[in-house]
């Protein structure tokens, strides 16, 4: 569980000590020290946290699991935070969310942003005077600006990066006893275990566990917790799982009730049939597949740029299918993603996806269109000298 970054400094001390000694009580005063040593690390090479896995991941997800009851968070510091000061916080993070949606995350401008804003909460909550509502506001806000900050770095392939700001949110989120919020960062979590290829059982805990945290009635956090979970059971090849998963996420958004800001990106089904889309191609469901990618590119916002690109990568993925291929299709698709990666989506992720499925399709390398495809992305991923 240990990272093998050595540098020294308070920040570096902060993170290896707050973040990973995770058998520690989650006491307001050390859930801040991490928040702190992470809106610190802007400068850092994070590239020099290891990943973890297994036990370590889950450790803190049964912790959450385990409802205490809170303690009172107010505190007397030298200037007063008013409750609309958090509203002014959590819109510039909706701003900010909506960038990354639209954009991908890769960008250092919007790491600088996060970074400051985080810097600022943090600001507030050590050196500031509130109530305990306003002191619950403030670690909620806190814990989705870590959530963002960490799928920023999950996006740039910094997975040790990613859990610890993950893990740091979870704490944060599980002190502002927003327990709807903590189950979304779970999920978050389970979605980068998926990918990492050790830790696909590791994702199906995280899911469940969100799934069984998260006793709210929101339709859209329901519908997001069996989307990871739908993934992740997708991930192991459990199909009966997977599908019922999915079907429970499209009842779900069948329902009437109150979200949180932070769900609007699942409003309407277009991220559903994306998500059961993935799914579907993961247990090598390529016409299912392709029905619900083709779905969600349907009923996508035009402003949803990185969302797009990604459902086109899976569609290549999916006209490349073995027992039913396209290429004219695949590298229909394919162009598409390219031309949205190369002119307006910042996201190493999607590129790295949509470069695997196409150097995958070893079958059609006669294919002229799939060459030219070829050296396109690897120009994007590994720009020539001067270019």
């Known amino acids: 569980?240990?990272?093998?970054?050595?540098?020294?400094?308070?920040?570096?001390?902060?993170?290896?000590?707050?973040?990973?000694?995770?058998?520690?009580?989650?006491?307001?005063?050390?859930?801040?020290?991490?928040?702190?040593?992470?809106?610190?690390?802007?400068?850092m090479d994070r590239r020099g946290f290891l990943a973890l896995a297994g036990v370590h991941l889950n450790a803190p997800a049964h912790q959450w699991l385990l409802e205490r009851p809170g303690g009172d968070l107010s505190r007397r510091?030298?200037?007063?935070?008013?409750a609309g000061a958090v509203e002014v916080i959590d819109a510039i993070t909706a701003g900010l969310r909506r960038v990354d949606d639209s954009h991908g995350g890769?960008?250092?401008?919007?790491?600088?942003?996060l970074h400051a804003h985080l810097r600022h909460v943090v600001e507030l909550l050590s050196s500031g005077t509130y109530d305990d509502s306003t002191g619950k506001r403030l670690y909620a806000s806190a814990a989705e600006l870590l959530?963002?900050?960490?799928?920023?770095?999950?996006?740039?392939?910094?997975?040790?990066?990613?859990?610890?700001?993950?893990i740091a949110a979870l704490r944060a989120a599980d002190t502002s006893g927003d327990r709807a919020l903590a189950a979304n960062i779970l999920g978050f979590m389970s979605c980068q275990a998926k990918d990492l290829a050790s830790q696909a059982s590791t994702a199906v805990t995280l899911a469940e566990t969100a799934r069984s945290g998260y006793r709210g009635t929101s339709p859209r956090v329901a519908a997001i917790l069996h989307l990871r979970a739908a993934e992740a059971y997708a991930t192991v090849g459990d199909r009966r799982r997977c599908h019922s998963a999915i079907d429970a996420a499209f009842d779900s958004l069948d329902r009437s009730g109150d979200s949180p800001d932070?769900?609007?990106?699942?409003?309407?089904?277009?991220?559903?049939?994306?998500?059961?889309?993935?799914?579907?191609?993961?247990?090598g469901e390529a016409a299912q597949a392709r029905h619900h990618l083709t779905q969600a590119l349907t009923l996508s916002p035009d402003t949803d740029?990185?969302?797009?690109?990604?459902?086109?990568?899976?569609?290549?993925?999916?006209?490349l299918h073995l027992r039913q291929t396209d290429v004219e299709q695949a590298v229909y698709h394919a162009g598409h993603a390219l031309t949205l990666l190369t002119g307006t989506v910042n996201s190493t992720r999607c590129a790295h996806q949509l470069a695997a499925v196409v150097s995958?399709?070893?079958d059609h390398n006669h294919q002229p269109a799939l060459r030219v495809l070829r050296h396109r992305i690897q120009d994007l991923l590994y720009p020539p000298l001067g270019g």
């Open 147 to 166: 959530r963002l900050r960490g799928w920023t770095a999950f996006e740039n392939g910094e997975h040790g990066m990613a859990q610890r700001c993950w």
């Open 1 to 43: 569980m240990a990272s093998n970054w050595q540098t020294s400094g308070s920040a570096c001390d902060v993170v290896g000590d707050a973040v990973d000694r995770l058998d520690e009580p989650w006491t307001a005063a050390m859930i801040l020290r991490a928040v702190q040593g992470l809106a610190e690390s802007d400068g």
């Open 305 to 319: 740029h990185r969302e797009t690109a990604l459902r086109h990568t899976l569609l290549t993925a999916a006209w």
């Open 360 to 362: 995958a399709a070893q």
């Open 106 to 113: 890769g960008g250092a401008a919007l790491t600088a942003q």
């Open 262 to 283: 932070w769900s609007y990106w699942i409003d309407n089904p277009a991220q559903v049939h994306a998500q059961a889309g993935f799914c579907h191609l993961r247990l």
């Open 77 to 82: 510091g030298s200037a007063r935070v008013h």
